[in-house]
């Protein structure tokens, strides 16, 4: 029997089916299903006809699945919420068994395959979520666009707005970033900038943060704002962190193993360099590992739904959860190749 991993985000929404083998059976995606921005109806929607997507591609029914885990944003954190959520969650499944948590839990399942470990989410939003040796978790960050999420796509895209804004003007010298926006949005005075912000993106999250994607561009130009721009965010980054670590009871002489995940770090060295040296320099007390990811959010969720499943009947051991790890690194490789 299937287990099913839903991982949520502010731009899109992934699921997957494996079995007990570390078998990918099957993935859909679908729009984003954030209600705080999309509201509740849009998430019922989102998450409805992507377990329907999700199920028809692997030829089963509901009944079939065995455990479910389902990765929502800003989920816990409005707690007059909670109920409502799972309510609809469980309407759509049949009741079938299943457990939600926050998006970010399922970028910690995916990045870490479920082991002790920090992970940092940059994507339309950014969060810090990890689980010490004893099991215990904290997090840290994510607090919406408005207040917080800094080093998120959004954040940086805001930013790069801005730094075009100054050089317009004259308060900073102009750069190759001003040159890029002019011509990617074929502006033919600058205050046009503002119709493109207001009309043609919306304000929306999810388009503002894509315009992480130019400061990227400009960075790789060598463009030393844009640049600052991705040391800022490590900067962010590395202080969340530090704070789940003095959150949780890492022991010091233990290697504490953090990673990431979301559209931010395709970035690459211009995020993961400076990020290593703010961690070198901001958290010396522990030995701090900075790994790449060894899943995607998403079959980190399936993986979850799975290890869930297992620890409530006879358990799994270590060796088991290697096995499925390997197996499933595997699927995704063959996944990808065949999209």
Known sequence: ????????????TAFMLINKKGEII???KKESCHYKSEGLNKFKDVIDKGVYKVCEEAGINLADLSYSFLGIPCYGEYQADTPILENIIKNILANKDFECDNDAKAGWAGSLACQPGINIVAGTG?????VDDSGNSARASGWGYFVGDEGSGYWLG??????FTKQSDGRMAKTYLYDLIRSEFELEEDFELLTLVYDELELKRSNISRLALLASRAAQ???EEARKLFREA????????????????FQDSDDITVSYSGGVFNAGDLLLNPLQEYIEKYIKEYQVKLIKPILQPVTGAALYALYLDYQKKQGIDTAELQNLIENLQQEEERYIVKQ
Not at 234 to 249: G, P, R, V
């Open 26 to 28: 099957a993935t859909a």
């Open 1 to 12: 029997m299937p287990y099913l991993g839903v991982d949520g985000g502010g731009t899109k």
């Open 158 to 163: 805001k930013q790069l707005l801005s730094l």
């Open 126 to 130: 950014a969060i810090g979520f990890g």
């Open 221 to 223: 130009k060598g463009d």
């Open 234 to 249: 490590a900067c962010e980054h590395s202080l969340t962190i530090k704070a789940i670590i003095e959150k949780l009871n």
